[in-house]
């Protein structure tokens, strides 16, 4: 599997560099931190970005990256954390970014893509932006947890969501304890 993963600058940047830390080895991760994101890091925990042969880093403002373009296949793309900046760009085709150029050559060639939106309470141009998205076959899929698995612990908790994002891109996992 071939999967994009875009860092965005809402709070919760930590818990996209978690996500592409459990992915499994067998998957090419193509990762881009927009400036925001990296700022937003700074404020939250500071912690390093995950390094494995499998991830390749590229900057938000390299818009000739390979991910740019549809004939590069990819199979699927996570916004996580997806700012309402990011949302509203891709709700109304602004490519003026890496991540947002990727979303849009996703959208056209009709592959999987998952927003994260990390907001609350949503506002009406919000809901309207993620509706528009998902009329169009993007799934929105907001960090929200599921108290059936039981979760003790921020981390219980962390694994649940990134374990929910990993079911919708048919990831392999044992993040939590599911429904019996």
Partial sequence: MKLI???TGASGVSLGLKFISLLPKDISVYTVISNSAKKALEFEQNIPM???ENILYYD???IEACISSGSFQTDAMIILPCSMNTLAKCSVGISDTLIT???????KEKRQI???PREMPFNTIHLENMTKLSSMGVTIAPPMLGYYSKQQSLEDMENFIIGKWFDTLKIKHNL?????
């Fill in 5 to 7: 993963v875009a860092i």
């Fill in 50 to 52: 995950p390094s494995n």
């Fill in 60 to 62: 938000d403002s390299s």
């Fill in 101 to 107: 150029r990727a979303f849009s050559v996703m959208l």
């Fill in 114 to 116: 998952i927003l994260a």
């Fill in 176 to 180: 939590y304890k599911r429904w019996e």
